[in-house]
């Protein structure tokens, strides 16, 4: 009869609480305490890249002029001006700490970590130690991104897009650059480790109930996310380890023109498989922020997701779609003019299931009962700057109009809108909402309106302002871009979009004090479900216990069952957890779907259904 | 590809930087200067056709994205708290119908209008190579960019590439108004873009590859050359100037310079020798 | 890591043996499925250089026999045999000839290797070189980076070989062979594909 104890108790185990430093901190397994791990984790690389970003702002608003204060620290060598090679390095080092220790360890990293086994009814990931080798290695990689500041000739400085020839060893010599692009070798190595943990885990340890079309719709971001991890970071770690050994070894995959021997390689190859990584990536980078405001708008709504099905097969179509559109990064290469206009198409095409994610998310508001909650702000900008962003997209993704506006601030702007405004705000929606879950209580909500604010502003000043200057013509990456005669007027408004900027920086202070106090004060008396919604980790205690759920919940219905008739009146309120049921009978187990292996438990109870 | 060997010396990059550090920017002074946040001017026969098409676009993503905000508005502020909110799940088939049929609306619309008219405007221009490659009547240059120049190149007298009479100028393109030009690029370093604003196009330079451009200008002046894809520290001032003449000015100048250079050619300087046989299209 | 709880009083979901092994077979997969994107875009780069390149292979260049491939392509279709009939001794509780079909398939593994180094040796002093472009960087680094699995292979055949007997139970023993032989089976249809590449065609 019995099962060896070592088989299904190493999958489901209930955890004693761990007990030594080393296995609550540092060496856990535990999917909460790794979430946490990479939360602190990207925010110290948000705040480096953040800073990183202000130096640009400040080298674009007073060219040439040296930085106050900070100048002396980081650009010491030149009197605290930033030279034309420190802004490579900035531009360079700034979008790559952002998508790959910033976005991807809080996005995915922390809140993959975390709402995946709560949200299906597990008690922890599929894979426990690969999931805290995950994390080990991602922090490997963040220190080979700093050893690359601090070796001769300095860290990367190719552009984030690292394209050959010039991040090749004549382009970008010294150790910095191959540091980085190791660091990014193994960061990915830690997201596809990540990858395989998340899938695994959605497809085999969800309760019994927990069918796929009663998943939140914050399962799904992160499931997507997690399957195009698995099948495009590899790519790029193909294409990256082809530079490295351009560069260590002498090869000539990416070597052409006048610095070739005998046999010519392509440094458009590079670009092929950076972009069938690339494309993808942007979708990885947005799609939990999707799943996050869909579920957020349903529950703050007090309204069910409309057509739910409609979204996720929305994600799950742009998610296949991804690959096949990368070419529009390339329209200026002179590429074959039927290829081009190929991936015009498709480009095209890809965005109407985003504009009908979008028509769900406000078909769901409508006619709701709006609660103003502090997540739902941050949801509510995250659709506002999506928005614009990726209507900006439609010019960029036609050939024509993109011979225009490829390589200007026009494309800078519309990418960072998607991107980062909208995972940024979406991200700190997500830390707002959670908190609870992590440390108890919720955060103060005042400083967390003021920093909502200050972001949402912010945001969309910069980005806004830089949409204007690239339609002027102003073009990415200069150093200094009033050289031109078509540029040198632009000057003003890169000062009020650098003001923007630093009023952006300066609103994230109410999110440290806000974090800083929250995280480490002791209140035990914090209520469990303050937000009324009904996805399984509310029906735990905060902080959520090691061991997550007791007994395995029994799912009755899906995650956004708000406003329910029958449900007000039976349960006398207007939310239905996913562990209850209508008549208040305990729920059943759901009949055994497959013809798997049935076992009996040492009660002699009803067979449990092994598969879904 | 073997045509374009080019060996890398320094001495040629210090020359160029020396020429282009020493000149003072006076010397760009002439291109006329931009004012206001709209695109900058337009002096090519056909770049009405995309700042027409990002301008309708950006019309159409303008009333799109009110529409938005009026919609989050009422949600915000009629559908609140004091609003009954409805238990719908929004996946009748009605409402199913409803929905896909406005994205279907606005992908035909905005989309569509987007599709179909770049596909006109690259098949009649923009990537329309091969008739502006057959066309007596064109002007054909060949453009090589390196770190921080643009060298270019026109045949000479003889018709032919990469031979003494060539005209070799730096960070200088002249051109005739109202004549089809048609550019060859390439770089011998790193990747580069040519791009010309006020023509509304801009296409890569990549080494080993021959990539090409076309354009046409219906006014004289001077504009910028700028550089538009990250080449090391200093590109940001990758600058050229291109100027478009009267065709009887463009003559003269030519033959100078063809004349000028032919002096200056010396067989033995094969880095000089970057030209290649052109490419047919 | 883990502590183990009394199972008492605490029903869990999918208590089955059967289940964990799935599990496992499911993260197998979704890593090998990693595994074939970058091997993939590797041979997207072989496909996009070749159809580039003016001649292939270039003129001059010394080009291997296909003896030793061709031997070291039946060692591994051998090896993977192997394998396989290591796992059958596993339903038949025989350890010991479980054992002695691992080793067979670990040695076959590790002669791959050392051929594979011959032919290298042979072609860099016959004049194969780097400088002579990206035909001879895509011989050496696919060839070089297969072996590199080739050698992660052999450590997971090493673990099986360590591991299966020490398993509690037959499903277990099951379950650990069959996720190395899957890494296994895959690193030799990544080989029969390089070998076509860069040895045949």
């Known amino acids: 009869m019995a099962a060896p104890t070592d088989a299904y108790n190493q999958l489901q185990a209930v955890h004693h609480p761990p007990t030594s430093f080393i296995a609550k901190y540092i060496w856990s397994g535990d999917h909460k305490v790794i979430a946490k791990q990479f939360l602190w984790g990207g925010l110290i690389f948000l705040l480096l890249g953040g800073l990183q970003a202000m130096f640009i702002r400040w080298q674009w608003a007073y060219p040439g002029q040296p930085v106050p204060v900070l100048g002396q620290v980081f650009f010491s060598d030149s009197g605290g001006v930033i030279t034309p090679g420190h802004y490579t390095s900035l531009f360079t080092s700034h979008g790559l700490i952002m998508i790959f220790w910033a976005i991807t360890p809080m996005m995915i990293g922390a809140f993959g970590n975390l709402t995946i086994p709560l949200m299906i009814g597990a008690r922890d990931m599929a894979f426990p130690l690969l ?6 290695t991602w922090v490997l990689s963040g220190l080979m991104v700093l050893g690359s500041f601090m070796v001769p000739y300095g860290t990367a400085a190719a552009g984030w897009t690292t394209y050959p020839p010039l991040s090749g060893n004549a382009g970008t010599p010294g150790w910095g650059q191959s540091l980085f692009v190791l660091a990014i070798f193994t960061t990915g190595t830690a997201t596809i480790m990540g990858g395989v943990n998340y899938v695994t885990t959605v497809i085999r340890l969800r309760a019994p109930g927990m069918t796929w079309d009663r998943l939140p719709l914050t399962v799904w971001g992160q499931f997507l996310t997690a399957i195009l991890n698995v099948l495009f970071v590899p790519v790029l770690a193909g294409g990256g380890i082809l530079l490295l050994l351009d560069r260590w070894f002498g090869t000539s995959f990416y070597v052409a023109g006048a610095l070739a021997g005998e046999g010519a390689g392509d440094p458009i190859l590079f670009q092929h498989l950076f972009w069938i990584f690339g494309h993808p990536e942007v979708y990885i980078l947005i799609l939990p922020a999707w799943g996050f405001v869909g579920d957020f708008v349903s529950f703050f709504s007090r309204k069910p997701a409309y057509w739910y099905k409609g979204s996720v097969w929305a994600m799950t179509a742009v998610s296949i779609m991804s690959a096949v559109v990368y070419g529009h990064h390339m329209y200026t290469t002179g590429m074959a003019p039927l290829l081009g206009k190929s991936f015009m198409m498709l480009t095209l095409i890809i965005s109407v299931p985003a504009e009908l994610l979008f028509l769900n998310w406000l078909h769901t508001m409508y006619h709701g009962s709006m609660r103003k909650t502090v997540p739902m702000m941050f949801a509510l900008g995250t659709i506002f700057v999506f928005g614009s962003g990726g209507l900006t997209g439609l010019p960029l993704a036609t050939i024509s109009t993109d011979l225009y506006l490829h390589a200007t601030m026009f494309v800078v702007g519309h990418f960072h809108l998607t991107m980062a405004s909208a995972a940024f705000l979406a991200t700190f929606g997500a830390i707002y909402f959670w908190f609870p879950k992590m440390f108890g209580c919720l955060m103060n909500d005042r400083l967390a309106r003021w920093h909502f604010w200050f972001s949402f502003i912010g945001l969309n000043g910069v980005f806004i302002g830089q949409l204007i200057s690239g339609y002027a013509g102003q073009p990415r990456r200069l150093y200094d871009p009033f050289q031109y005669a078509f540029t040198e007027h632009l000057l003003g408004i890169n000062q009020v979009t650098s003001y923007f900027a630093f009023f952006l920086a300066f609103g994230q202070i109410f999110f440290v004090i806000n974090w800083f106090t929250s995280v480490f004060k002791k209140n035990p008396e914090c209520e469990q479900n303050p937000w009324q919604v009904g996805t399984l980790e ?59 292996h049935h076992h009996h438990d040492d009660h002699g109870a009803e067979p449990h259904a092994s598969e879904e | 590809m073997d045509l374009l060997k080019r060996l890398q010396h320094r001495w040629y990059q210090l020359v160029a930087a020396l020429v282009l550090y020493g000149m003072p920017l006076d010397v760009f002074a002439a291109v006329e200067k931009e004012t206001g946040y709209d695109m900058p001017r337009d002096v090519s026969l056909d770049g009405h056709r995309i700042t027409w098409l990002i301008n309708i676009t950006m019309w159409f993503l303008v009333v799109l994205f009110v529409i938005m905000v009026i919609w989050m508005a009422i949600a915000m502020f009629k559908h609140d708290e004091s609003h009954p909110a409805e238990y719908d799940h929004g996946d009748a088939g009605k409402q199913i119908a409803v929905a896909l049929s406005i994205s279907g609306v606005i992908f035909l619309v905005v989309d569509g209008n987007l599709y179909v008219n770049a596909m006109i405007d690259l098949d009649e221009v923009f990537w329309n190579f091969g008739e502006y490659d057959d066309n007596p009547e064109t002007i054909k240059i ?32 002249r051109v005739p108004v109202n004549r089809p030009v048609l550019v060859q690029l390439t770089s011998s370093d790193v990747i580069h873009a040519f791009n010309l604003p006020n023509m509304r196009v801009k296409t890569d330079a990549v080494p080993g590859t021959v990539s090409p451009l076309v354009f046409q200008a219906k006014e004289t002046g001077e504009f910028d050359i700028a550089c538009a894809e990250h080449c090391g520290a200093f590109h940001y001032k990758m600058k050229g100037k291109l100027t478009v003449l009267s065709q009887e000015d463009y003559d003269l100048w030519l033959n100078e310079v063809s004349h000028q250079s032919s002096l200056a050619y010396n067989p033995d300087d094969t880095d000089a020798h970057w030209g290649w046989p052109w490419k047919e299209l | 890591m883990m502590n183990i709880a009394s199972q008492k009083s605490i029903p869990i979901a999918f208590p089955s043996e059967r289940s964990v092994r799935v599990t496992n077979h499911v993260g197998m997969i979704l890593a090998l499925v990693s595994f074939t994107m970058m091997f993939l875009a590797l041979f997207y780069a072989y496909g996009l250089l070749r159809i580039r390149a003016v001649a292939w292979p270039p003129p001059g260049v010394p080009q291997a026999s296909l003896v030793v491939p061709s031997l070291i392509t039946v060692m591994m279709m051998g090896s993977s045999v192997a394998v396989e009939a290591a796992r059958k001794q596993i339903r038949l509780a025989d350890m010991r000839r479980f054992q002695r079909f691992a080793l067979g398939s670990i040695v076959l593994g590790i002669l791959f290797i050392g051929l594979q180094a011959g032919v290298w040796v042979e072609l860099w002093e016959s004049g194969l070189t780097l400088a002579v472009g990206p035909y001879a960087s895509l011989f050496y680094f696919l060839t070089a980076f297969h072996a590199l ?53």
């Open chain 3, 149 to 201: 699995h080739v050698l992660a292979g052999l450590g997971i055949l090493i673990w099986m070989y360590v591991a299966v007997p020490r398993a509690s139970h037959i499903e277990i023993r099951d379950s650990r062979a069959q996720v190395a032989s899957m890494f296994w089976h895959f690193v030799g249809a990544v080989w029969l594909v390089i070998f076509s590449l860069v040895y045949v065609f």
């Open chain 1, 538 to 596: 509310w029906s735990v205690a905060n902080p959520t216990p090691v061991y997550n759920f007791l007994q395995i919940p029994i799912v009755t219905c899906g995650p956004h069952e708000y406003s329910n008739p029958e449900c007000i009146e039976k349960l006398g309120k207007d939310w239905q957890g996913q562990w209850e049921t209508l008549d208040g009978s305990d729920p059943e187990l759901p009949e055994p779907v497959s013809t798997g």
């Open chain 1, 131 to 136: 999931n805290t080798l995950s994390f080990w």
């Open chain 2, 142 to 173: 060949e453009v090589n960019a390196h770190q921080w120049a643009w060298d270019g190149r026109y045949a000479g007298p003889d018709g032919k590439w990469n031979t003494q009479d060539d005209a070799i100028t730096l960070n200088d393109i």
